[in-house]
C-alpha cells in the first residue's frame, strides 16, 4: 500500500545533540512538507519542498534543517540551535500543484522528547 | 496576518445527533478548505475539500459548507456515532504563492453513546 512512512516513532534528544526524524513515501508525490504539533496549536509549517533538490523555509525554519536528495526522502534534522524541540513531527505529501487544491497525505509522526 | 479559528476546543454530543463544527478565517480569501480528521497519535487523515465557488460538498454522512462572505467553513457530521469521535482540523489554502496550507487548532469532537 502507499503512503508515508515517519521513524522513529518516539525520540529521545539530549542536550546539544541533533537528531535526525525520517520520512519516506512511495506515493510518487513532488511536494513533502514538515509540520510541528505542540498542544492548543494547530500544524505549524517548519519546511517544504515542491521538487527534489529544492526546498522552502515554512513559519518556523529557526533550528532545523532538510534536505531533498531523493523523492521518496524528506529528513529533517532538530539542531541544537532548536531550545524548545520537544513537540509531534508531522511530514506530508502531495501531488504537483501543491497542497491548496490537492489532499495531504500524513505519516503517523514523531514524536521528540528531551532527556 | 492570516488567523484560523476553530469553534470550540471540544464539542461532546449524543449519539445519532448533528455535529456541526465551524472554522472561521480573517484576512485573506482562500480559494479552497480542506477538512482533516485526526485521532490520538496519529496523523491527520484528509476528509473533504472545497472550492470557492463551491456552497457545499458532501460525502457518506458529512457536509462542508464554505462561506467567503462570511469567511467561514462549516463541517457537519449527521447520524453520529462514537466512531467519530475525534479531533477535526480546518485548513484554508495559503494564497501566497507556496499554495500551502494553514490548519487551525482543531475541534476534539466527543460522540456520548
Known amino acids: 500500500d502507499g503512503g508515508i512512512t515517519q521513524s522513529p516513532k518516539y525520540l529521545f534528544r539530549k542536550e546539544g545533540q541533533n537528531v535526525t526524524l525520517s520520512c519516506e513515501q512511495n506515493?510518487?508525490?513532488?511536494?513533502m512538507y514538515w509540520y510541528r504539533q505542540d498542544p492548543g496549536q494547530g500544524l505549524r509549517l517548519i519546511y517544504y519542498?515542491?521538487?527534489?533538490?529544492?526546498?522552502q523555509k515554512g513559519d518556523i525554519a529557526e533550528g532545523y534543517s532538510v534536505s531533498r536528495e531523493k523523492k521518496e526522502s524528506f529528513p529533517l534534522t532538530v539542531t541544537s540551535a532548536q531550545k524548545n524541540p520537544t513537540a509531534f513531527y508531522l511530514c506530508?505529501?502531495?501531488?504537483?500543484?501543491?497542497?491548496?487544491?490537492?489532499?495531504?497525505?500524513f505519516g503517523d509522526g514523531t514524536r521528540l522528547s528531551i532527556l | 496576518s492570516q488567523k484560523i479559528e476553530q469553534n470550540s476546543e471540544a464539542l461532546n454530543i449524543q449519539e445519532g445527533k448533528t455535529a456541526t463544527l465551524t472554522c472561521n478565517y480573517t484576512?485573506?480569501?482562500?480559494?479552497?478548505l480542506q477538512w482533516y480528521r485526526q485521532d490520538p497519535g496519529r496523523g491527520p487523515v484528509f476528509l473533504l475539500l472545497?472550492?470557492?465557488?463551491?456552497k457545499e460538498k458532501r460525502k457518506e454522512r458529512l457536509k462542508v459548507t464554505f462561506d467567503t462572505t462570511l469567511k467561514q467553513s462549516l463541517f457537519h457530521i449527521t447520524a453520529s456515532q462514537p466512531a467519530d469521535s475525534a479531533t477535526y482540523l480546518c485548513?484554508?489554502?495559503?494564497?501566497?504563492?507556496?499554495?500551502?496550507?494553514?490548519f487551525g487548532t482543531g475541534t476534539r469532537l466527543t460522540v456520548i453513546p
Open positions: 519542498s515542491q521538487i527534489v533538490n529544492d526546498f
Open positions: 506530508a505529501s502531495t501531488g504537483t500543484g501543491g497542497s491548496g487544491n490537492q489532499p495531504q497525505h
Open positions: 506515493l510518487n508525490h513532488d511536494a
Open positions: 472545497i472550492r470557492e465557488n463551491e
Open positions: 485548513a484554508p489554502h495559503d494564497q501566497t504563492g507556496a499554495n500551502n496550507l494553514f
Open positions: 484576512n485573506y480569501s482562500p480559494a479552497y
